[in-house]
């Protein structure tokens, strides 16, 4: 590639004895050599030009690395600069084609090697730097889970996690400084975890346990109402996995739940992929603060929790691919507002329980289309000493995309 003038180089805990002799000569060959302090170290005997250890913040040092464009650089990463690594970062700031990449196994491939797990039937992610409570939506039985952590504390805390979501007897094994001298595999269940001394550089093995009880969340819309921390103002089970075929969630997109109660609808959408965002807002501070619980215990902290009334609040709100209605549709401007702010081809849906909405939802169809439908739940209950049908209120479901 004559026109790299970047080369990024993956390097493991062997340094420069596990790489390649043109990853060895991309090393020497640099004029400025950045990497974090311990890559540094690692490929010491290599390094003929300017060390530059990472900055904090990170930003800093990516600033200082486009600035030398036109000199020779090298970038060194942990493993697989594009596996969770620094390659991504610099791919969004440099064109792929004055790019070199020359990646080592990954802490994930190299666990995996250890232990004899395909790699393909394991959920790899990082929770470097982020909340461990990602790992919740994948907790099922059976699953096997491989968690980059963040340093020694990172395994404690995820035992911790495990245990009080009701996965106490799953098995976790830590896989310490991989690759290296100091290389060290240990497993222990998780309520018992009493590991000490880790070293900061590990990665986590989880092969999943449940207990009775504990909390498996579902593949498909519709999670229970139970699971849920609400007071009552939540889109119910079997309408909000209506709900959400009715926004029809394709992946990088955002949603604007106007109206967010507990959160419910936001937080099935975003556990529909990883890729989804959304925007929960919601006028009383209470349930802003329960929604942002809601987001934390079912794995999907990143929910933007947006407190204040609409359509005051939407200004200057990334632009949704869908909006959902609910409890505060009724408010005057809001459909105006939610109507504006789609993108072409965006798709709106609003649920009407009361009289007044279903109003503004009849005459929003009569003047711009879409869809109505009616949706009528019933449960059977206890009526005397036999059975019979409950009804729930009945739903008035507009479904509009915007042309």
């Not at 969340?217 to 119910?236: A, M, N, R, S, V």
Request: charged share 20%; glycine share 10%; net charge negative.
């Amino acid at each position: 590639m004559s026109d790299a003038w970047l080369t990024i180089v993956g390097i493991g805990e062997d340094g420069l004895e596990g790489l390649s002799p043109a990853a060895r000569a991309a090393i020497q060959g640099a004029e400025l050599v950045f990497g974090g302090s311990r890559h540094l170290e690692l490929a010491a005997e290599a390094i003929l030009g300017e060390r530059h250890a990472w900055l904090s913040p990170f930003s800093r040092s990516v600033e200082a690395i486009l600035a030398a464009k036109g000199r020779t650089v090298c970038v060194l990463a942990s493993g697989d600069p594009f596996h969770y690594g620094v390659g991504a970062t610099l791919s969004r700031q440099v064109d792929p084609a004055q790019m070199r990449v020359l990646p080592h196994p990954s802490s994930f491939s190299l666990a995996a090697a250890r232990l004899g797990w395909p790699l393909q039937d394991v959920v790899s992610l990082s929770l470097h730097g982020r909340a461990e409570e990602h790992i919740l939506p994948f907790l099922h039985p059976a699953a096997r889970i491989l968690a980059l952590t963040s340093d020694q504390s990172g395994p404690a805390r995820l035992a911790a996690l495990l245990t009080g979501a009701g996965f106490g007897r799953s098995i976790i094994t830590v896989l310490e400084a991989m690759g290296g001298l100091r290389e060290r595999v240990r497993s222990q269940m998780a309520e018992f975890f009493a590991l000490d001394d880790i070293d900061p550089l590990n990665i986590c093995a989880v092969t999943v346990v449940p207990l009775p009880g504990a909390r498996i969340l579902p593949l498909t819309p519709g999670i229970d109402d139970d699971l849920f921390e609400h007071d009552g103002q939540i889109t119910k089970r079997d309408i909000r996995a209506l709900t959400l075929a009715a926004l029809a969630p394709r992946r990088h997109e955002v949603l604007w739940d106007i109206g967010a109660g507990s959160g419910s609808v936001s937080v099935e959408w975003m556990l529909s992929d990883p890729s989804l965002r959304s925007i929960a807002i919601e006028a009383r501070t209470d349930r802003a603060a329960q929604i942002t619980r809601n987001a934390k215990a079912f794995g999907v902290p990143e929910l933007q929790v947006v407190q204040g009334f609409a359509p005051a609040v939407l200004d200057g709100l990334p632009p949704p691919h869908a909006i959902f209605v609910g409890g505060g549709g009724s408010k005057d401007g809001v459909f105006a507002a939610a109507q504006a702010a789609l993108r072409p081809g965006g798709r709106l849906v609003a649920n009407a329980v009361t009289l007044e909405m279903e109003q503004m939802l009849l005459a929003f169809h009569a003047e711009h289309g879409g869809e109505l439908t009616r949706i009528a739940v019933a449960r059977a209950a206890e009526v005397g000493s036999m059975t019979g049908w409950r009804p729930a209120m009945p739903v008035t479901q507009l479904r509009w995309t915007k042309p």
